[in-house]
Nanobody, 124 residues
Framework: VQLVESGGGSVQAGGSLRLSCTVSGDFSTHYSTAWFRQAPGKQREGVAGINRYHTTTYGDSVKDRFIVSKDNAKNIMYLQMNFLKPDDTAMYYC???????????????????WGQGTQVTVNS
């Protein structure tokens, strides 16, 4: 399974960005997928995810601002980020795995397949 993120960049506070994660290889819609982020000096944080039952979960810091979605026909997962804040600045990664425990979709240790990341910088 290969994952490639795109869509990162630099934006002013209050702006929006949409990240994409294209998945290829031995992948099926039964995989759980999620977005994570990591800022310098901080632990990797779960941002938003979709489990194998297509239920979405969001981290507390992004609820009501970010929207995660998936196009199963194209094997692409999206992260629409609105009302961005400087604290959202980080490297964003997507991840996928078929064996994620249902209520642990935002725990990075649940995933074996990761992309290389895309940088998001929010300027104040």
């Amino acid at each position: 399974v290969q994952l490639v993120e795109s869509g990162g960049g630099s934006v002013q506070a209050g702006g929006s960005l949409r990240l994409s994660c294209t998945v290829s290889g031995d992948f099926s819609t039964h995989y759980s997928t999620a977005w994570f982020r990591q800022a310098p000096g901080k632990q990797r944080e779960g941002v938003a995810g979709i489990n194998r039952y297509h239920t979405t979960t969001y981290g507390d810091s992004v609820k009501d601002r970010f929207i995660v979605s998936k196009d199963n026909a194209k094997n692409i997962m999206y992260l629409q980020m609105n009302f961005l804040k400087p604290d959202d600045t980080a490297m964003y990664y997507c991840a996928a795995d078929p064996w994620v425990v249902e209520k642990s979709v935002l725990l990075p240790g649940q995933y074996r397949h990761w992309g290389q990341g895309t940088q998001v910088t929010v300027n104040s």
